[in-house]
């Protein structure tokens, strides 16, 4: 069964330094891999998703993800964090198995990312 | 630009009411879902749909209910609202697609019932 777990439900960063959230997967196929930010009292965004393509992935705002299939991780960064930054984000594996199956996205418990001027 | 809209940002409900969260998207997607978000505990689902008048359980369905008479509407129900369902739920919609392009969402409910 896939899984995600990410490491730190907090994380605190001055602005401009690097940002570095952690996401390791679980999974028995291929993953689809994907980070969503939330923002206070608004629903998910979708930053970017991994489909197997290039193992750097690049999204919006300027963060991106590498996947590693060595260390089953996709962490999300971002060179420079900004006051804008601050919001809660979900990693999230996708249980797709190919074909004609649907899949569903299984999240994890989500990172709280601070961002102190 | 694609939509999923949620009727209520914010609810007040009493104990023992009937509650309905009404999701509808704009979209044409064939896969909608309600998950409840609580601190901690991330996105759980509850329950999903992939074609009108499907629908299926979740991870916690206990407590909930679901209708989809039409593709775009999606609709949860709590049969009889409880304190411990004080949440906020997120709509959701998909299209299959050629796999798993990753969901559009609403912007939420958050449910308080007294």
């Known amino acids: 069964a896939q899984s995600v777990t990410q490491l730190g439900s907090h994380v605190s960063v001055s602005e401009g330094a690097l940002v570095l959230l952690r996401c390791n997967y679980s999974?028995?196929?291929?993953?689809?891999l994907f980070w969503y930010v939330q923002y206070p009292n608004q629903g998910l965004q979708l930053l970017l998703k991994y489909t197997s393509a290039a193992t750097l992935v690049k999204g919006i705002n300027g963060f991106e993800a590498e996947f590693k299939k060595s260390e089953t991780s996709f962490h999300l960064t971002k060179p420079s964090a900004h006051m804008s930054d601050a919001a809660e984000y979900f990693c999230?594996?996708?249980?797709w198995g190919g074909g004609g199956s649907q899949g569903n996205l299984i999240f994890g418990k989500g990172t709280k990312l601070s961002v102190k001027p | 630009d694609v939509k999923v809209t949620q009727s209520s940002r914010y609810l007040v409900k009493r104990t023992g009411e009937k509650v309905f969260l009404e999701c509808v998207q704009d979209?044409?997607?064939?896969?909608m879902f309600w998950y409840r978000q609580d601190p901690g505990l991330g996105l759980r689902l509850i329950y999903f749909s992939y074609d009108v008048k499907m629908k299926e359980k979740g991870d916690i369905p206990e407590g909930y209910s679901v209708s989809r008479e039409k593709k775009e509407r999606f609709s949860l129900i709590l049969e009889s609202a409880s304190t411990n369902q004080t949440s906020m739920y997120l709509c959701?919609?998909?299209?299959?697609?050629?796999?798993?392009?990753?969901?559009?969402f609403g912007s939420g409910t958050r449910l308080t019932v007294v």
């Open positions: 959701a919609s998909s299209s299959p697609g050629q796999g798993p392009y990753g969901y559009t």
């Open positions: 999974s028995s196929v291929p993953p689809y």
């Open positions: 999230a594996v996708s249980d």
């Open positions: 979209m044409d997607h064939e896969n």
